[in-house]
């Protein structure tokens, strides 16, 4: 059988009614990532014993006659920045090489709790910086849809592992478009969901006040079933709000348009962007008119000038803060030294790569006095005058239109060649991360040399259940992509 | 030249909480085995991520509010970042521009004068682990390795950070003195500076002749309220010989060496480390709303100056008996009961501080263990008071009661006091008892030889003692008259 053409939802659905079990599936995802993924180097552990185990045990519960969960039977991937109980957890870095947590992030366990069934942990950008999944350890990751292409980062091995059919689903974690642009790269649909909607405990943080667990899929209908799985409270995370979550799968029956209004973004130069890409927002923006949305342009002049600065002025100060712990004293990487600071220096140097160090070097010039004054505080005052734009914008419209990146999956190396660039690229993904707004990258349609053209949607916090409904009325229309045919 | 001395204090109290700060790990970490009240968020464990408790919130709260302090609403962590085996997020997690209680004062009294000291803000904060050094004196100098213990990492904290407003030693262990009562009359620390529950650093400076404040110096590792004194007392001194001699004084932190009772330089300010503080993005911000503080500050008791007032003014006590017996709330509790049993109030504080204290000096306890119900012993007091006791016999009943665990009326029973005096019979059968074992002082008085009557006085005495006090005096010297006569 061919499960890797299937939805999550198929999968549980036939495990569930018994017409095959969650082990063939298990099997054939398995058997299929150590064959193809050789192209595509997006998984770096492969859970075997373990997921075996775990689909025999979902066989045996719905022999019981018992529900196994929303996702019974479903394999899936998680990025190597997620705790993972008994399987090594590296973030793709020197410094946790080796390292085997004692514990289930609380999206990892939510998963299984649901009956998917862990299959691999994913390739990344150390740390989970980057956009390019170059940076990793383990080797770069290959876009599925054009090798000779980069997959986008830092979750690229969760976008491709899923845009090769090797999983139906996967989760990555998006700390300024780390989810959606892969997706967008890859040709999937992947999501970042309001800040506190899903819990963060047990994923290695990047940066605590921007960093959301993101899943990624072939359709918006899965992404609504993770959502459901994953959008819970969470004793062990402060951040994770405490509030009656909407059935998210619910909210994409019978989902409508009619008399909502759709802004469309402007105040960019529209010749700055990929001609695929205008085009995609064009028909995205026409799905949505016939639909029955009133169409309205919106600027946020505020936003477009001064997003990315002080994204990444919150980003590294946090990160430099966040990654401290790793000083080579408990876990990860040891170095020895004649004293505990040329211990710590050692450790550190060995341990982290060239774009981790550089994050967290400028992080903590970042929050040095002096540098905090002139430039940490004014970042966090624009950050809430970003907030307050689009509060204001999300007065008179439901949702908003925009490109997730300006260009098309780019050839790999570009990251060593032009890093302003690439960092340029982030313009319109960190918007959601500095605002804590829900944002989807959606795919459109697929040029005629195979590379997906992607849109942005976003929503105003906590309107998750809405923009899952909206993407899936997009999609409806547009198609859903299919994995990539292999020989 | 005398020089105003100017005197502010840091203290860190331990929050009395059954777990830490941020994880549920066990806050029992005395005499444990090391790291094994420990968890991977105490640990920092990468993914984890710390969860405020509650409790340790109310905590600060209530002692906020017995210190008169405003208190907060939404306040944040921030974290405070330093390379150090002790910390394993690599930074402490603090409260920094907005603590929870702001301003506030202590009235205290010192060497009899009132005096009220200010106060600049509580905050919480966790505690680090501890280095363990492996040489002989356990310090790091010479040590080829340390480990660490990080059973205390994470420990609730308050630090309590008074303006510069003490001008003496004295006044300064005054203020400790009562902060420390106050902790234990809240039940928000036990306070113990041995235990490290209590941890003071000191900063003194000397004013200089136009008024402003002189060079700082930090005092730190003082614990006992001794070492405070001394350690004052030392560098006052010492900062005024350099200034006598025309030297300048420098700002640093100096650590007291209590054995050689001098202070001694640690690490100079000017090169002081920019710790890079950062708002806590993990912990959202403290939510003290006023009902939420008013429902703390309904719960408070009566707080300790109330109490010693009331007592002086209640019970006639003077303000030293009143001092002493409302040191601890349970000391005063413990009073109040026995003068509700019916003791006298001045005779019930005697007792409280004489009596009382002295057992539980001697035998090492703590008023809260004191085994003998403060009902039994006012009414024992009062048995005296009424002259059905002498306050021999009463002492005798006291030390039954506690040494041989019995009720008062067993122990009275014991000590043959049950009866009150002893008269009649009972006396004449002690004295005959006496006579019987004195045959040549019975018989020197027979022979009417005891000139001065120093055998009858002695034979009187001997009475008085095997009735333990429970016979009138002159009832004896009649009797035992009447029998030799
Ligand atoms: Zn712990």
Not at chain 1, 219 to 228: C, E, S
Not at chain 2, 461 to 468: F, Y
Request: aromatic letters at 6%; a negative charge; charged letters at 25%.
């Amino acid at each position: 059988m061919e499960f890797y053409k299937m939805s999550a939802r198929e999968i549980a659905e036939g495990v569930k009614s018994k017409r095959f079990t969650a082990e063939s599936v298990a099997r054939e995802s398995i058997e299929r990532i150590k064959t193809l993924d050789k192209k595509y180097n997006s998984v770096v552990t492969l859970c075997e014993d373990e997921a075996l185990a775990a689909a025999r045990r979902i066989d045996e519960a719905v022999a019981r006659g018992e529900d196994p969960g929303p996702l019974a039977g479903v394999p899936f991937a998680v990025k190597d920045n997620f705790c993972t109980n008994g399987i090594e957890t590296t973030c793709c870095s020197n410094m946790l090489k080796g390292w085997v947590p004692q514990y289930d992030a609380t999206a990892v366990k939510n998963m299984k709790e649901a009956g998917a069934v862990l299959v691999g942990k994913t390739n990344m950008d150390e740390f989970a910086m980057g956009s390019t999944t170059e940076s990793s350890i383990f080797g770069p990751t290959l876009n599925p849809r054009d090798t000779e292409r980069v997959p986008g980062g830092s979750s690229g091995g969760s976008a491709a592992v899923v845009a090769a059919g090797l999983v139906p689903v996967a989760l990555g974690s998006d700390t300024g478009g780390s989810v959606r642009q892969p997706a967008a790269f890859c040709g999937v649909q992947g999501m970042k969901p309001s800040y506190g909607q899903i819990s963060r405990y047990g994923i290695v943080a990047y940066a605590s006040s921007l960093d959301q667990v993101g899943p990624i899929a072939r359709n918006v209908g899965d992404l609504a079933v993770m959502m459901d799985v994953l959008a819970k409270e969470d004793p062990n995370d402060s951040t994770c709000d405490a509030y009656e979550r909407p059935s998210f799968s619910g909210a994409l029956d019978g989902a409508s348009l009619a008399g909502k209004k759709v802004a469309v973004l402007t105040g960019y130069d529209k010749n700055s962007i990929d001609a695929p890409l205008a085009a995609a927002i064009d028909r995205a923006v026409e799905i949505c008119r016939e639909a029955g949305a009133e169409i309205i342009e919106a600027a946020l002049p505020i936003t477009m000038e001064h997003t990315v600065a002080c994204y990444y002025m919150v980003a590294l100060g946090d990160a430099s803060s966040k990654l401290a712990c790793y000083d080579g004293m408990r876990y990860g990487h040891h170095a020895d030294g004649r004293n505990l600071s040329e211990m710590y220096k050692k450790s550190r140097m060995e341990g982290f790569g060239e774009e981790v160090s550089k994050r967290i070097l400028v992080g903590t010039c970042i929050l040095t006095r002096g540098y905090y004054e002139n430039y940490f505080v004014p970042a966090t005052k624009v950050r809430q005058l970003i907030s307050d734009e689009f509060k204001e914008l999300f007065r008179t419209a439901d949702f908003l239109i925009c490109p997730i990146t300006p260009v098309l999956a780019y050839k790999r190396g570009l990251s060593e060649t032009d890093p302003v660039r690439m960092y340029l690229g982030d313009v319109f993904t960190t918007i959601a991360n500095l605002a804590g707004l829900p944002s989807m990258s959606l795919n459109l349609s697929f040029t005629p040399e195979g590379l997906p053209a992607n849109v942005q949607i976003l929503a105003p916090r906590f309107g998750d259940a809405e923009l899952l409904a909206c993407a899936s009325v997009i999609e409806k229309a547009a198609g859903e992509p299919a994995p990539v045919e292999t020989e | 030249m005398k020089r105003k001395v100017v005197i502010g204090l840091e203290i860190h109290l331990q929050l009395k909480t059954k777990t830490k700060l941020f994880c549920g790990c066990s806050t029992d970490y005395i005499g444990a085995t090391p790291n094994t009240n420990v968890c991977p968020i105490c640990l920092a464990v990468p993914g984890t991520l710390p969860v405020i408790n509650d409790h340790a919130v109310d905590l600060a709260v209530k002692m906020g509010l017995g210190l008169h302090c405003e208190i907060q609403d939404g306040t944040r962590f921030h974290r405070k970042h330093y390379f150090y085996a002790d910390l394993p997020k690599a930074y402490q997690i603090t409260q920094y521009e907005h603590a929870i209680a702001q301003g506030g004062y202590l009235d205290v009294i010192a060497e009899g004068k009132p005096k009220r000291i200010r106060l600049d803000h509580l905050h919480l904060e966790e505690d680090a682990g501890k280095l363990v050094h492996p040489t002989a004196d356990g310090r790091l100098s010479g040590a080829a390795y340390s480990l660490v213990d990080y059973n205390r990492g994470g420990m609730p904290l308050s630090e309590i950070v008074s303006m510069p407003d003490m001008n003496s030693p004295a006044e300064a262990i005054a203020y400790v003195t009562q902060i420390r009562q106050l902790a234990r009359y809240l039940d928000v620390s036990d306070g113990e500076m041995e235990s490290g529950s209590l941890r003071v650093d000191v900063n003194v400076s000397l004013c200089n002749p136009d008024g402003s404040f002189g060079t700082r110096v930090e005092l730190k590792n003082i614990n006992s309220l001794k070492s405070i004194e001394r350690a004052l007392e030392y560098e006052i001194a010492r900062q005024n010989r350099v200034l006598d001699e025309g030297g300048a004084l420098v700002q640093e932190t100096r650590l007291w060496d209590d054995a050689a009772g001098v202070t001694r330089s640690m690490r100079s300010k000017e090169g002081a480390r920019d710790y890079r503080y950062y708002v806590e993005m993990d912990l959202a911000p403290i939510d003290a709303k006023p009902d939420y503080v008013e429902r703390i500050r309904a719960s408070l008791p009566e707080m300790p100056w109330d109490k010693r007032d009331r007592f002086m003014e209640q019970y006639g006590l003077s303000l030293e008996e009143s001092q002493q017996i409302t040191e601890q709330r349970e000391m005063a509790d413990y009073y109040e009961e026995m003068v509700k049993a019916g003791a006298p109030a001045a005779k019930a504080a005697n007792w409280a501080r004489m009596e009382v204290q002295r057992i539980l000096h001697e035998e090492q306890l703590d008023i809260t263990k004191f085994p003998i119900p403060a009902k039994e012993l006012g009414t024992l007091i009062a048995k005296v008071e009424k002259r059905e006791l002498s306050n021999t016999q009463a002492k005798d009943v006291l030390a039954a009661m506690f040494g041989e665990k019995l009720t008062l009326e067993e122990a009275m029973k014991k000590c043959g006091a049950s009866g009150g005096r002893m008269t009649g019979d009972a006396l004449a059968a002690v004295i005959d008892k006496v006579f019987a074992a004195q045959p040549e002082a019975v018989e020197t008085i027979r022979k009417g030889a005891d000139k001065k009557g120093a055998k009858a006085k002695f034979l009187q005495g001997l009475v008085m003692r095997e009735t333990r006090g429970s016979a009138d005096p002159a009832e004896v010297a009649k009797t035992i008259a009447e029998k030799l006569g």
